[in-house]
Nanobody, 125 residues
Framework: QVQLVESGGGSVQAGGSLRLSCTAP?????MGWFRQAPGKEREGVAA???????SYADSVKGRFTISKDNAKNILYLEIKSLQPEDSAIYYC??????????????????????WGQGTQVTVSS
């Protein structure tokens, strides 16, 4: 079992920034960030592969940056220019399988076995 712990969520005004963190117990093959707004399905927003390659949902490109500190086993998501539509619970996800088969780091839920509990991000206008 891999326990993932997210932190860094909060309430911010539109235009603000946040940095989310996800701590893993050890280095993991590939990891991603997902979010779920009330009444909506969970969606992948960013992912990073074992080789450092990244994927982003079109809706967040240019505003979201995913990165990983391999020495500390911490995954980050930098979010800039936050908008009310970014309000959601943000989840960290990880998988220990070989990610090369995906080509690009996957943004689909079924690619990930391990999930964190989520951290709430609320953006007010």
């Amino acid at each position: 079992q891999v326990q993932l712990v997210e932190s860094g969520g909060g309430s911010v005004q539109a235009g603000g920034s946040l940095r989310l963190s996800c701590t893993a117990p050890y280095s993991i093959s590939y990891m991603g960030w997902f979010r779920q707004a009330p009444g909506k399905e969970r969606e992948g927003v960013a992912a990073i592969g074992s080789d450092g390659s990244t994927s982003y949902a079109d809706s967040v490109k240019g505003r979201f940056t995913i990165s990983k500190d391999n020495a500390k086993n911490i995954l980050y998501l930098e979010i800039k220019s936050l908008q009310p539509e970014d309000s959601a619970i943000y989840y960290c996800a990880a998988d220990t399988s070989n990610d090369h088969a995906w080509g690009r780091p996957p943004l689909v839920e079924y690619a990930y076995l391990y999930w964190g509990q989520g951290t709430q991000v609320t953006v007010s206008s």
